[in-house]
């Protein structure tokens, strides 16, 4: 009696994995939830349940094509969270091999069992029962034979992402294109970093002393991108503040803005600080500013460990900015995050069209308000990790349409690559330059 009831034990990792995914409905995001449900897990566990929940939010349209034809009825009818523990175990099953088939079932259906009861777990039981009877060349299943009217459907259940997302990315780029960025999304994003008070041969002979692989990235040469370094805060160079974790695309954004050394800076919505602390190498002070306590924490958190003296911080609104006039401003403005799916898949899903209005009347009361307390001949950089143009191109015509003491400044030659320049601003595309999206405009104010 005894083994029966250990071989029904349900893992720690497959319930925070459940939990996690209860949260993300909840209206949470997925780091968030991530920690607070892995925090008591050890190393090896973590990795495991993160590669379960990007794994399978990052194939949740695949997954979800193949179960309707499985599920009576299809997946309307089920509860949302039989559903996704439903994509759980079926991920376990077709994509990571390290998972014997019977525990992916038996440990799914207990999860089923006492989350919504016997009924529950019997359809669960059912359906995996037949996935994995049915598993040999199913990841070969055309588009078109689970439903597919279009190429853009197909696109759309294929690389799974909201067709009304695709269609619009086909429209702009075509479906090759398209095809690239949506593959690109379904990837892991390399670890990269960024030296600090140590020059990037410095700090890749540190970790190279400590047995952390590196590599170089070709948009900005000093940064390195580290492999098999396992927990990052683990490692010996983060707690000396030798570095701090920034994509490429972000590093970008304040190497266009060229801000002038020795310059104010305030940067508006600062959190989680990378851009601050880019900032801060070359300005006399930075002011970093966002609404969030608790994404501010992160902001402390970096200055404190790279013991930096020149930021200061605190808890503002950008559309309410308590400021004098600085020398310049940036804003990298919320924003629907469309460049950034690679490194948060659980944003696709909760993206709505509806979301581009309400964005983008946010960003213009933001920037609106900073261009007041930019002085005059300052500087003012907007920037977005979006790739769509109600947040880009439209935000900054309309600006300048109505603002003639305002005009777009490119940046000093040599500040950034020519490749991620386009008329003046900057545009960085993950299926052009093979990190995240990322889109800037430098403002000058006239004297």
């Given amino acids: 009696m005894a083994a029966t009831i250990a071989s029904l034990a349900i893992t720690p990792s497959r319930s925070a994995a459940a939990n996690v995914f209860s949260d993300l409905r909840s209206g949470e995001l997925l780091d968030s939830a991530l920690d607070r449900h892995a925090d008591n897990l050890d190393a090896r566990d973590k990795r495991w349940v993160r590669e379960l929940l990007y794994g399978t939010l990052r194939q949740r349209g695949w997954l979800d094509a193949l179960l309707e034809s499985r599920v009576r009825g299809g997946l309307s009818r089920l509860d949302d969270d039989v559903t996704d523990l439903l994509r759980l175990g079926m991920y376990q099953l077709l994509f990571m091999r390290s998972v014997p088939p019977y525990a ?19 359809l669960v039981n059912a359906v995996l029962r037949r996935l994995d009877r049915e598993s040999v060349g199913i990841l070969e299943t055309t588009p078109e034979a689970l439903g597919a009217r279009d190429p853009v459907d197909a696109l759309s259940i ?5 067709r009304w997302l695709v269609a619009r990315w086909v429209g702009r780029w075509g479906a090759d294109a398209t095809q690239t960025l949506l593959e690109r999304n379904n990837t892991e994003a390399p670890l990269t970093v960024r030296p600090y008070g140590i020059v990037r041969e410095q700090l890749e002979a540190t970790l190279d002393a400590a047995g952390i692989e590196t590599a170089e990235v070709s ?5 390195l991108i580290l492999r098999g370094a396992g927990s990052i805060t683990e490692v010996g160079a983060f707690r000396q503040g030798l570095f701090f974790v920034q994509d490429p695309a972000a590093t970008l954004v304040t190497q266009y803005a060229a801000t002038p ?13 990378g851009k601050a602390l880019e900032l801060s ?11 969030s306590f608790s994404r501010m924490s992160l902001v402390t958190s970096n200055i404190d460990r790279l013991d930096v003296k020149n930021i200061s911080v605190a808890i503002a609104d950008a559309r309410r900015p308590a400021l004098g006039a600085v020398d310049a401003i940036l804003i990298d403005v ?14 696709r899903w909760r993206l709505r069209i509806s979301d581009l209005a309400v964005m983008a009347a946010l960003q213009r009361a933001i920037l609106a308000a900073a261009a ?8 003012l950089i907007y920037s977005t990790c979006s790739l769509e143009p109600e947040e880009n191109d439209t935000q900054i015509e309309n600006f300048l349409s109505t603002n003639p003491e305002w005009s777009l400044e490119p940046p000093p030659a040599g500040a950034v690559p020519a490749s991620v320049l386009d008329a003046g601003r900057l545009r960085v595309l993950p299926h052009v330059h093979g990190v995240d999206g990322a889109f800037a405009a430098r403002l000058r104010r006239k004297d």
């Fill in 104 to 122: 992916a079932i038996a440990q799914t259906v207990e999860l089923a069992k006492r989350r919504h009861g016997i009924g529950a777990s019997k």
């Fill in 158 to 162: 294929r690389h799974s992402h909201p």
């Fill in 219 to 223: 948009l900005v040469p000093d940064s």
């Fill in 261 to 273: 050394a020795g310059a104010l800076v305030a940067d508006l919505c600062a959190a989680p600080g």
């Fill in 281 to 291: 190498r070359t300005a006399s002070h930075v002011i970093a500013l966002d609404r």
């Fill in 334 to 347: 919320p924003c629907t995050g469309t460049g950034t799916f690679r490194r948060h898949p659980d944003a």
């Fill in 372 to 379: 007041k307390v930019v002085r005059p001949g300052g500087l």
